[in-house]
């Protein structure tokens, strides 16, 4: 992927006459350089297209068919700027290394402007130098990601190729033995991870929350006490615990059951509230 | 568009020896578009032919239960299985996870597997998996590709000693209670102060 | 005994399809006793052999990192990549550049592949590098926080089916510093002139 195709679409520079640019934003983009329009759906792709600040600035030096080590600093500056400000207008997200840049190069410009003392002294650095630095060694590494992008890429590419093993001497000869505690051991962690990953996926499947409300009401409703955990049915795995966790919450929160607990590490019960104790 | 003989046996021959598992004459129909489509008929040809051009290397290309796969002569087992150390085999925690989520819920597919572990299940683990006949293929997900669902085997039950699959303990059992007891202490906590 | 020359190629290339992982010479040259030991000289020429008869076939014998391997060609992946019904992902242009750092200038720690990239790396993509088992840590720079110094593995290599660091594509020179700086001088001037 080339960021100088995507970024043709992303920024039709020649769109400025389009009516939504004045109609929607024309107050705010009046400040904003004509070349620089850019459609609003767009933004958010064009940021994801830059990996960073360094990369947006390379975009914009190669975008004007000049050489890093020409950088027009006032220019370039002018325009990161411009983006900038324009994201922010808009409210997009924008990684604090983009501000950071942006003051840097303000610095460098500001340092460029200043006249030269006559006593030209050997050892000052030009601000650039530093900034160049960093553009070229980054660019280095943007093409060596293209680079490694390019060679065949194995599961893509190219795919393994095995065969059995000679089918004699294929099963190991001493028997495994396990023990489940391994095994439960090894689906914990996969369960915490679930956890962790889907939480979202909740109701996509038939358990319902209404449902659970009504069960665990009916399950309290002749004044039985229960043992908390004891309201988590087993066979729903993940799913069902957190079904009937919220369900829980959610009665508490209801005042209709209540939790007791008659000392740290105890057992927590679970029973219908009592209005006449409260 | 019609492909060349020589292609479509190119393609039968990578297909079975990049599958971690025997490929169906289903199996690999799906691997070509609809004008490119070949019967069984040729596809049985065509593996004909490559069974006979492996006659003299060292591989052969038999058919199992499951399908065609190909598999190092027995003649050169006493060379080749040098290559296990005749050590009690150790699990990895990847191949554990694997077959723990197929035991729980079989039948999976390997993209379900995926999905659940949230990183991708390697050949050799699934390859492992077959070597110990701990799993099978019980069939096929009727989705695009027919993925295979994979299932645990008896020879499974016999390595953990469980006589049935309802012996493995209760998934909830698994779910550590630890953290909820905590979130309902704070609540209980809570109610307390506000009952109080 | 002296074993014939076929019977040795026979198993080079069985113990190459039958083994897991890539297999190097010297994997290979344990599998013969020791009064059928072969010298690695010898066992190249075989291999070499055995390249040249799989020219035709679909499959190829290359060296990657961590050894030989038979590895189908790649022009048949369209076919073969049906197999697996979910595509890889793609690997993302941040996680390119990252191992790409890792690669050509190891041992690295995470803080100097964000000077270099200047944005922060993010934790899913050292992750997801640990994950595939592209990177290690090698050890740690003896600075205040001692940060781990990241390397990348063999595993990274045989992935893009290379046989070592140096295979990878050349690093674009960087223009010497000096010269820099004398042709900044002239802009720097004519800057001046047009901004003032």
């Given at each position: 992927m080339s960021v100088a195709v995507i970024t043709e679409q992303v920024l039709p520079i020649d769109a400025v006459n389009d009516e939504t640019y004045a109609r929607v934003y024309g107050e705010i983009l009046?400040?904003?350089?004509?070349?620089?329009?850019?459609p609003p759906d767009a933004l958010a792709v064009f940021l994801e297209a830059f990996e960073g600040p360094l990369d947006l600035l390379l975009y914009l030096i190669r975008k004007q068919n000049l050489d890093i080590l020409d950088i027009p600093v006032a220019e370039i500056t002018r325009q990161y700027i411009a983006y900038i400000e324009l994201m922010q207008v808009l409210n997009i997200d924008l990684a604090a290394e983009y501000l950071l840049m942006a003051a840097l190069l303000a610095e460098i410009k500001s340092r460029l402007l200043l006249p030269k003392p006559?006593?030209?002294?050997?050892?000052?650095?030009?601000?650039?130098a530093e900034l160049i630095r960093r553009l070229q060694e980054y660019e280095r590494f943007k093409k060596a990601a293209d680079d490694l992008a390019e060679l065949p890429q194995e599961g893509r590419d190219v795919f393994e190729a095995h065969a059995e093993a000679p089918v004699r001497d294929l099963l190991p000869t001493q028997p495994f033995i396990g023990d489940v505690a391994l095994l439960l051991d090894a689906m914990r962690d996969v369960m915490k991870r679930t956890v962790l990953q889907q939480s979202h996926v909740v109701g996509h499947e038939g358990l319902s929350l209404q449902q659970r409300f009504q069960e665990i009401i009916e399950r309290l409703s002749f004044g039985e006490t229960v043992i908390f955990?004891?309201?988590?049915?087993?066979?729903?795995?993940r799913l069902g615990v957190v079904v009937t966790f919220i369900a829980i919450l959610e009665l508490l929160k209801q005042k209709l059951i209540e939790l007791v607990q008659n000392g740290f590490l105890e057992p927590i019960y679970v029973r219908q509230y009592d209005e006449a104790a409260a | 568009m019609k492909l060349s003989r020589q292609l479509v046996k190119n393609v039968i021959e990578g297909a079975i020896f990049a599958s971690p598992m025997p490929l169906s004459i289903d199996d690999i129909a799906v691997l070509f578009a609809d004008d490119e489509k070949l019967s069984r008929k040729e596809l049985q040809i065509l593996i004909k032919e490559l069974q006979t051009e492996y006659?003299?290397?060292?591989?052969e290309l038999v058919e199992v239960a499951s399908g065609f796969r190909f598999q190092v002569r027995a003649q050169f087992s006493p060379w080749i299985s040098k290559m296990w150390p005749d050590k009690p085999p150790r699990l990895s925690r990847a191949l554990l996870e694997t077959v723990a989520i197929i035991a729980y819920?079989?039948?999976?597919?390997r993209a379900e597997i995926e999905a659940i572990r949230g990183v991708v299940v390697s050949t050799q683990i699934i390859k492992a998996l077959f070597d110990r006949d701990?799993?099978?293929?019980?069939g096929h997900r009727e989705v695009p590709g027919r993925p295979a669902l994979l299932a645990t085997t008896r020879l499974f039950l016999d390595a953990f000693s469980l006589s049935s699959l309802s012996e493995l303990p209760p998934l909830a059992a698994v779910r550590d209670l630890e953290s909820i007891s905590r979130e309902i202490e704070n609540i209980t906590v809570e109610q307390q102060k506000t009952e109080g």
């Open positions: 009046t400040k904003i350089p004509e070349d620089l329009y850019i006559l006593t030209a002294n050997e050892e000052e650095e030009d601000p650039r955990y004891e309201l988590f049915p087993a066979h729903e795995g | 006659a003299l290397r060292a591989l819920r079989q039948p999976v597919t701990w799993i099978v293929v019980v």
